[in-house]
């Protein structure tokens, strides 16, 4: 059966290179929706309709279809060094946090996922404040020609900090979403009515957009003034196309609930929402896809279309381990130096 876990069969690569595509397909599939959350959270003006659908459709007929991707290519790119920069954060803070018998509880574990998830948000940056930049310019007028372009043009003007700029709401946003995650998690089984070693493939993908949606719900506030302080430039039209004029973190937010009340903090929720259940649902369809791929292609199943397993194939090698095994059998020799059987 299909299973987010760690699976040893695969090489490290191999996860990073899964997770990647998958990243990728998810992310560019609901760029659309990306893009009417970004557009909301940071006040620009598109026409006098309401809610993603008006905001997809009046970028669509301002600047063509092919707005409706701005800030993809990086949003994607970015997708593999935050991966990497997560996964060596993550393993960093279970060891930190396990006690001595090397266990650790639900709640570290939750802290040490939400810790390098922050650390590797503040490493990659750079690259999100770009991406807000590139989706709210007018593709037909841009301030910025590329990705390369946005970067030495943000550093040249506004300087290397204004790279950084609304970095400490991470780490504000940070404490809501692991509250969110830990409250998620207490009560799953009061709504499945079951233990959770019990929860089926269907129960445990729900779970994953619920906590998706309360901890992106609890945090957006956070996210919607990050989204004001990253579009915010006197070099670009309109101020960057901030709907409210601030000096800093604190008075952001009291200049949104000024403008807009309490909750225009959360403008573009709906679009945000909307785009959890297939963007899960992409992501978890094709990284289950690759890694039947590179499970047939590491010896362990009969076809990339099923989990089929080999007949005579120990699951529990490595796939180094399989691959010496294998070659052992077909010359007798064994290149390891370390016993491996």
Request: aromatic share 10%; charged share 15%.
């Amino acid at each position: 059966m299909a299973t987010w876990r760690r699976d040893g069969r695969l090489t490290g690569s191999q996860r990073l290179l899964c997770a990647g595509l998958a990243g990728m397909l998810s992310l560019s599939l609901t760029a659309p929706l990306e893009l009417a959350t970004v557009l909301a959270q940071v006040g620009v003006v598109r026409g006098r309709g309401r809610g993603p659908w008006a905001a997809g459709l009046g970028v669509w007929r301002a600047e063509g279809p092919r707005a409706l991707w701005k800030g993809n290519t990086v949003a994607c790119l970015r997708l593999f060094p935050y991966s990497a920069v997560q996964l060596t954060a993550y393993r960093k803070f279970v060891v930190l946090f396990m006690d001595d018998l090397g266990h650790i509880s639900q709640w570290s574990a939750i802290m040490a996922g939400s810790l390098a998830g922050m650390v590797s948000t503040i490493v990659t940056y750079p690259t999100d404040l770009i991406k807000t930049r590139l989706i709210v310019q007018n593709m037909l007028e841009p301030s910025y020609k590329g990705i390369l372009h946005a970067f030495s043009t943000v550093y040249q003007q506004e300087g290397f900090l204004a790279l950084y700029r609304g970095v400490s709401l991470t780490v504000l946003g940070a404490l809501p979403f692991s509250a969110g995650s830990l409250l998620v998690y207490m009560n799953l089984e009061k709504i499945w009515n079951g233990p959770r070693d019990h929860f089926s493939l269907l129960q445990n993908f729900a779970n994953i957009c619920l906590a998706a949606a309360v901890t992106q719900t609890l945090s957006f506030p956070c996210d919607t003034v990050k989204r004001k302080m990253q579009a915010q430039s006197p070099f670009l039209p309109r101020g960057g196309g901030v709907d409210v004029h601030f000096s800093g973190a604190t008075d952001c937010f009291r200049q949104i609930v000024k403008a807009h009340g309490v909750l225009g903090l959360w403008n573009g929720l709906a679009a945000n929402l909307l785009k959890i259940v297939p963007y899960f649902g992409v992501m978890f369809g094709t990284f289950e896809f690759c890694k039947r791929i590179c499970l047939y292609h590491n010896g362990y199943i009969v076809s990339p279309l099923s989990y089929k397993l080999t007949p005579g194939v120990d699951q529990s090698l490595k796939p180094q381990e399989l691959r010496e095994l294998k070659k052992f059998f077909k010359t007798g020799k064994l290149n390891s130096r370390k016993p491996t059987l």
